[in-house]
């Protein structure tokens, strides 16, 4: 319980938790536009050594996301870093592998991060390196991204568990 990485999950649990606790039925409340669709935790992958962020569905079809996401670096794991991103993701298809969980294999994706701190620059004007060597700045970087994703529907988990939420 003393790291940022439990820590960091745990708040991401309780987040998702208090969720599923105050929802409604599903078309008892209309949904806005700014409320997230999805909560994420992700480990590594260029947006912190444990990162937490809100997704948001942007068609009805619900295949595209554009998730938000804090990641942190702690220093013993390459320096005490902050990172803001903004991932794009779509997922073509999916598989379900019981009636409260499915798995979507294969998610095409791009992201951009911005790390924060005096050590970034949004421009590059590093003397260290030749004019032109690098293309982005060391605050910005591009990503593009491949990645696997289970969905649980934690309303059918608790119901089978006799748990009420």
Not at 25 to 46: M, R
Not at 84 to 105: G, M, N, Q
Request: net charge neutral.
């Amino acid at each position: 319980m003393k790291t940022l990485p439990t820590k960091i999950y745990l708040l991401a649990i309780c987040l998702y938790i208090g969720q599923i606790g105050f929802a409604q039925e599903p078309d008892s409340v209309p949904h806005k536009w700014y409320t997230p669709t999805s909560i994420t935790v992700q480990h590594a992958g260029s947006i912190g050594f444990f990162s937490v962020g809100a997704g948001y569905f942007l068609n009805k079809s619900h295949s595209s996301t554009l998730d938000i996401s804090y990641g942190y670096v702690p220093a013993k794991f390459g320096g005490d870093l902050n990172i803001v991103a903004a991932k794009f993701s779509w997922r073509p298809f999916a598989v379900r592998l019981t009636d409260w969980a499915l798995i979507l294999p294969i998610n095409p994706g791009a992201f951009l991060s911005y790390h924060a701190g005096g050590d970034y620059d949004s421009s590059w004007d590093d003397d260290d390196y030749p004019e032109g060597y690098y293309w982005w700045s060391t605050a910005f970087r591009p990503h593009v991204t491949l990645s696997t994703e289970i969905k649980l529907d934690a309303r059918k988990i608790f119901k089978t568990s006799g748990i009420k939420v």
